[in-house]
């Protein structure tokens, strides 16, 4: 257990780091992905699931506060040194709901070199 904003996870050390729906602000949230993405062994891949901002007008679900969601253009931008191979909006149907969840979507690899 640990606080994520102040967790340094080991470098080069993981071949897969999942970050799913952690809503923080956003120069936390840089920092934290750029932590998450040098855990990466080269090749390790990263993947990433979150509310998505549209869930404020078009969807349902996640924090109210605009400054803790994110889009996936967003995330891919924040993950400078990583190829990003997705990086796309997912609709999610929640029971008794009648719009679906958004989720932002982003998969990205370390390079080999």
Do not use: S
């Amino acid at each position: 257990c640990a606080d994520l904003v102040e967790y340094e996870p080991e470098r080069e050390a993981f071949e897969l780091v999942i970050v799913f729906y952690i809503h923080i602000q956003a120069a936390e949230r840089r920092l934290v992905l750029t932590r998450a993405a040098a855990a990466l062994v080269p090749g390790g891949t990263l993947v990433l699931v979150g509310h998505d901002l549209l869930n404020l007008t078009e969807g349902v679900g996640g924090p109210r506060d605009p400054d803790l969601l994110f889009t996936p253009d967003d995330i891919a931008a924040e993950l400078a040194g990583l190829e990003i191979e997705k990086a796309e909006r997912v609709l999610r149907d929640v029971d008794g709901e009648d719009r679906p969840a958004i989720d932002a979507l982003v998969r990205a690899r370390k390079p080999l070199g």
